[in-house]
């Protein structure tokens, strides 16, 4: 005797030949199983991911939830390197000095400011400039 199955989409009961499970105990109807964003039906040839309880195709849950580029908000494709700076992830070609537009690699010595990232050179020209502005003695 098989158990009674209601679908997460409609919430009927399923008598279909065919029950779509989505993460591990969601069951659909075929044609109730679409993605929440362009509303592509979404069956076993496709990946579907799940999100707060709506369902997406992969191409809209990566544009709407995948990491992207903290600088050019563009998001990763598979074999793209990236450097990271404590949560932002950048593209190689994207990790550069904001105030001279050099591109940072492994080893190079940086700040990661909220206006963005600097080589150790230009940081240590800010810093010396914002300390200096505030001095009542600077000329």
């Known amino acids: 005797k ?3 199955s209601l679908c997460v989409g409609c919430g009927n009961q399923i008598h279909d030949q065919y029950i779509l499970r989505v993460s591990p105990d969601l069951e659909w109807h ?3 199983l679409k993605c929440a964003e362009c509303n592509q039906y979404l069956d076993e040839t496709c990946t579907c991911f799940v999100r707060d309880g709506k369902t ?3 191409r809209d849950y990566i544009r709407l939830y995948g990491i992207k580029c903290a600088k050019c908000s563009i998001g990763f494709s598979k074999n793209d390197f990236v450097m990271r700076a404590r949560a932002k992830v950048y593209h190689i070609e994207c990790f550069r000095c ?3 537009s050099r ?3 492994p ?8 206006d963005g990232l600097f080589c150790r050179a230009d940081h ?3 810093e010396r400039a914002s300390l200096g502005a505030g ?5």
């Open 124 to 126: 240590d020209v800010v």
């Open 107 to 114: 080893g190079d010595e940086f700040a990661l400011r909220e």
């Open 2 to 4: 098989r158990l009674i």
């Open 135 to 139: 001095d009542p003695l600077s000329p």
């Open 56 to 58: 997406y195709c992969k």
């Open 30 to 32: 075929a044609a109730c």
């Open 98 to 100: 904001v105030a001279c």
């Open 103 to 105: 591109q940072l690699i």
